[in-house]
T-cell receptor, first 112, second 110 residues
Framework: GENVEQHPSTLSVQEGDSAVIKCTYSDSASNYFPWYKQELGKGPQLIIDIRSNVGEKKDQRIAVTLNKTAKHFSLHITETQPEDSAVYFCAAGGTSYGKLTFGQGTILTVHP | DTAVSQTPKYLVTQMGNDKSIKCEQNLGHDTMYWYKQDSKKFLKIMFSYNNKELIINETVPNRFSPKSPDKAHLNLHINSLELGDSAVYFC?????????FGEGSRLTVL
């Protein structure tokens, strides 16, 4: 089955800096790569996703890049703000009834 | 108007008891899921139903029994609770790949 590795497990940045979180996956058949943000006491919420026919996607301060050959994808957050502080999860899947395998999560802390 | 709602939000119970968590979605999605999030925040799929039919069962102990009375509801019943069942259980629904999660049900087994 699919295996997703996510790094780093914790990331601390100053407000205004950029943050990058990286994930690798094992199943070359995976074709859908979403990123979720989980705030304390809440369920994960989709922030951006990318499909395997696209190499990069951007939405305001958030961007995701995908390298299918190397089987890795990354989340980039620019001009970080304290409200970006949360746990971020990458996931891979799309091959079987929408089954997603999640990475281990990254705790992002943005210091004012 | 909550898209995916689950009850109860908190559940504290003794080992050996049986408990249920209910989930409802008003998004009209065909597929619903149960995910388990352990103390290290790791999210793992347990079950998935598509139009009331079980399609994913991820080697979960048979003490866990999901039930989908209709495509808007997916409940989770757990028999003979064990300490290791303590976790946050998330219900989710999907139509085109994006998962919409509920707020979670924190289960504590004493």
């Amino acid at each position: 089955g699919e295996n997703v590795e996510q790094h780093p497990s914790t990331l601390s940045v100053q407000e205004g800096d950029s943050a990058v979180i990286k994930c690798t996956y094992s199943d070359s058949a995976s074709n859908y790569f979403p990123w979720y943000k989980q705030e304390l006491g809440k369920g994960p919420q989709l922030i951006i996703d990318i499909r395997s026919n696209v190499g990069e996607k951007k939405d305001q301060r958030i961007a995701v890049t995908l390298n299918k050959t190397a089987k890795h994808f990354s989340l980039h957050i620019t001009e970080t703000q304290p409200e970006d502080s949360a746990v971020y999860f990458c996931a891979a899947g799309g091959t079987s009834y929408g089954k997603l395998t999640f990475g281990q999560g990254t705790i992002l802390t943005v210091h004012p | 108007d909550t898209a995916v709602s689950q009850t109860p939000k908190y559940l504290v119970t003794q080992m050996g008891n049986d408990k249920s968590i209910k989930c409802e979605q008003n998004l009209g999605h065909d597929t619903m899921y149960w995910y388990k999030q352990d103390s290290k925040k790791f999210l793992k799929i347990m079950f998935s139903y598509n139009n009331k039919e079980l399609i994913i069962n991820e080697t979960v102990p048979n003490r866990f029994s999901p039930k989908s009375p209709d495509k808007a509801h997916l409940n989770l019943h757990i028999n003979s609770l064990e300490l290791g069942d303590s976790a946050v259980y998330f219900c989710a629904s999907s139509q085109t790949g994006e998962l919409f999660f509920g707020e979670g049900s924190r289960l504590t087994v004493l």
